[in-house]
């Protein structure tokens, strides 16, 4: 392997695998399922590729079977925060700091910070937001960051979240999806088939990033303006809301085992979009049911790529991101093509190169 793939360069596997995902999907005769959902525990890291990786909790030296790793939760060969400090980041980045227990890089952190007690304020939220539901640290964490620092505004989304929960039964979702993170075999959603082949096409968990998480592939040139009608909004809630809930399962146990908040990766091709795709209110409508689940988790999502945008789109964005916060826009990429960012973030990616054929 030439030096440029070894950095996650255009020539890595990944960037290979990559190229083949977004060729096939713009096949019309394609397969509607491109490429396997992946797993934490396949992650492999592609800067040690020859060892286990840190987020399987475990080591082939001493702890030999998956079953192992379930049955201690984190596992019990799990390096502490700072050895993976050390051993995966020993340049850490000026501005990183710990609150609440996990390691935030700087970009994690909106602007206002200033001289705020972090770890008081995500105590304070913990507390309150426990007087509605109990929760997780990491989930007062993650509401006080994406809600700006704003104790009331990070309880009323919580109060939100807890009632969305519980009105669509969100409990036993989360126990299958949970499951299905530490489970053998394909990971599968309910409905996936018929909203690939009637609404769009998806790549859900289809890559690793360079730390892990994973990264989702929304083929959005794809979208069905024939046959999006046939669907439902609650077939279409279904499916997502399995998909969410997966990839919020698979962050969250990450974050807990690394002790550094992670999110997952959106990426959106836009190859193939046209006008009838724009001008679909249906489309629009459907669209809408898939993606709207997102908004109930908070700093979820690390960052958002939009690949192959046309002119028009490309300049619209430079219009619309002057109307959003500039933090919110330094999390979102729109390229003509696929950035190399992007390409980096996949790292050499030894795995998944014959999922799509």
Request: aromatic fraction near 8%.
């Amino acid at each position: 392997m030439n030096a440029k793939a070894e950095l996650g360069g255009s020539g890595s596997p990944s960037a290979l695998h990559l190229e083949r995902l977004l060729v096939a999907a713009a096949d019309v005769n394609g397969p509607s399922i491109l490429a396997p959902v992946l797993r934490p525990t396949r992650s492999l890291s592609p800067r040690r590729s020859s060892e286990e990786s840190v987020y399987t909790g475990a080591s082939t030296a001493t702890c030999s079977t998956r079953a192992s790793t379930r049955a201690h939760g984190v596992g019990s060969c799990e390096p502490t925060a700072e050895e993976m400090l050390y051993e995966e980041m020993p340049e850490m980045p000026e501005g990183s700091r710990w609150v609440a227990g996990f390691l935030l890089r700087p970009e994690q952190l909106p602007p206002g910070i200033e001289d705020r007690d972090l770890d008081a304020l995500v105590d304070e939220v913990h507390a309150k937001c426990g007087a509605i539901l109990p929760t997780s640290k990491q989930q007062a964490l993650r509401l006080v960051l994406g809600m700006g620092y704003s104790s009331e505004a990070a309880v009323a989304k919580w109060q939100e979240i807890v009632e969305w929960r519980a009105f669509v039964g969100m409990d036993l979702i989360r126990q299958e999806q949970a499951d299905a993170v530490l489970a053998d075999g394909p990971v599968r959603f309910p409905g996936t088939a018929e909203v690939h082949d009637k609404l769009i096409c998806t790549s859900p968990c289809a890559f690793l990033s360079i730390d892990g998480s994973p990264i989702s592939i929304w083929h959005a040139g794809t979208m069905n303006t024939r046959d999006a009608g046939a669907l439902s909004i609650e077939q279409i809630s279904q499916w997502s809301r399995a998909v969410f809930e997966y990839k919020d399962a698979w962050i969250c146990q990450q974050s807990e085992k690394t002790k550094r908040l992670v999110g997952y990766v959106q990426v959106y091709d836009m190859r193939g979009m046209n006008w009838r795709h724009y001008s679909s209110r249906e489309l629009v409508d459907k669209l809408k049911a898939a993606l709207q689940t997102g908004g109930f988790y908070v700093e979820a999502v690390s960052h958002m790529f939009v690949i192959n945008a046309s002119t028009l789109f490309s300049a619209t964005w430079k219009v619309v991101r002057n109307l959003i916060s500039p933090w919110t826009a330094s999390k979102i990429s729109v390229s003509s093509g696929v950035p190399d960012e992007l390409i980096h973030l996949l790292g050499t990616g030894e795995w998944g190169l014959d999922a799509v054929k």
